[in-house]
């Protein structure tokens, strides 16, 4: 069997509904960045960068496992990637595809990689909150990070499957989408990872890895990901997770937010899922120092303060987890793929 490269544009690959070779993308990459509007330029340098005679492409981490930096890939590990998640969600050639994800991050260069090397009917649209505000178009693969997912509720009728990544997904989003004919997967991975290694639907706990991941914990019981399609060394991440099996593992919460009060250690992803649902705006729980405990629990809630919050709200925790004070912020700061930036505001608190 011939082996797909990073120079193989599939025979079934369209573009906003008009079959392209290589050369013929590289021509449109070429209008697009004489001609086009700002994200349809990076369109055309991405393209460009990809079709070029080197075998790697430079990428620019957010930050998920360290500090952001500049990291060189191979473009056969993205090919790689693409046929993974084309085997895990079942695409086919001539599958219609929505791309409506910034170009400069991972996941947005990614949906280009997929459509042209497992040969989808993409569509491109600018990046916005609503990228299916006046489409009718039936898709039947989208990828959105969950600010698209909650402003696009109402037209995913016309989805057949939908991947969530970029920011965890709130549990009112989650029920919202456990209503709507599509079927949506949350996503685990990082640039590092070239987007995801794994995947879970929505409403089940854990995480499945994709074709050729290995999974192990290290001896901070974070998780260790095995992709050697993908990259060459082991990813050590700094996610606190509980393992199943070889393939499955449930994400617990990153182990540089956990909480050490008092010599008991709460993880604070755990404590915001039992209070999910209670509080109607923003909010998380974190640790801020404190001098008999070393570090005090605290809640953080976006917005003016209103009325006292219930004692009902706090049922489910156990003593430990009960915060010991809570906080209004009037708007929190959030990365640019939508996380609460929580070290952040935690400092502006304490």
Not at 28 to 34: D, N, R, S, T
Not at 129 to 155: C, G
Request: charged share 25%.
């Amino acid at each position: 069997m011939r082996k797909i490269t990073y120079k193989n544009v599939h025979n079934y690959f369209k573009l906003n509904g008009i079959h392209l070779n290589k050369k013929e993308l590289c021509t449109v990459a070429y209008y697009l960045i004489k001609e086009g509007e700002a994200f349809e330029k990076s369109i055309g340098d991405f393209l460009l960068d990809w079709f070029d005679e080197k075998p790697f492409i430079d990428l620019q981490t957010s930050g998920t496992t360290g500090t952001p930096k500049q990291i060189r890939v191979n473009k056969q590990s993205m090919v790689n990637s693409a046929l993974a998640t084309g085997d895990f969600f079942g695409l086919q050639p001539g599958d219609k595809a929505l791309y409506c994800l910034p170009t400069q991050y991972i996941a947005g260069k990614m949906m280009l990689v997929r459509s042209f090397i497992l040969g989808l009917d993409i569509d491109f649209v600018a990046p916005s909150s609503s990228p299916l505000a006046r489409n009718e178009t039936k898709y039947d693969f989208v990828a959105m990070v969950p600010l698209q997912v909650q402003n696009s509720l109402k037209e995913l009728k016309n989805v057949k499957k939908m991947i969530v990544g970029g920011a965890k997904m709130s549990p009112a989003l989650e029920k919202s989408l456990s209503k709507v004919p599509t079927e949506v997967y949350e996503t685990y991975g990082m640039t590092e990872t070239l987007t995801h290694v794994a995947a879970k639907k929505i409403g089940e706990k854990a995480f499945t890895v994709l074709p050729h991941v290995e999974i192990e914990k290290d001896d901070r019981n974070c998780l260790v990901i095995h992709a050697p399609n993908i990259v060459e060394n082991p990813i050590v991440t700094n996610d606190l997770v509980e393992i199943l099996n070889h393939r499955q593992f449930v994400f617990l919460g990153r182990v540089d937010n956990v909480v050490n009060s008092g010599g008991i250690k709460l993880i604070p992803e755990q404590i915001e899922d039992k209070l999910a649902g209670k509080i109607q705006s923003p909010f998380f729980v974190g640790g801020i120092p404190d001098a008999t405990l070393g570090e005090k629990l605290v809640l953080v809630i976006e917005g003016e303060k209103k009325n006292a919050l219930d004692d009902s709200v706090f049922d489910k925790l156990d003593k430990y987890e009960k915060p010991k004070q809570i906080f209004n912020v009037p708007q929190f700061s959030l990365t640019e793929n939508g996380k609460i930036k929580r070290k952040e505001i935690l400092k502006s608190i304490s």
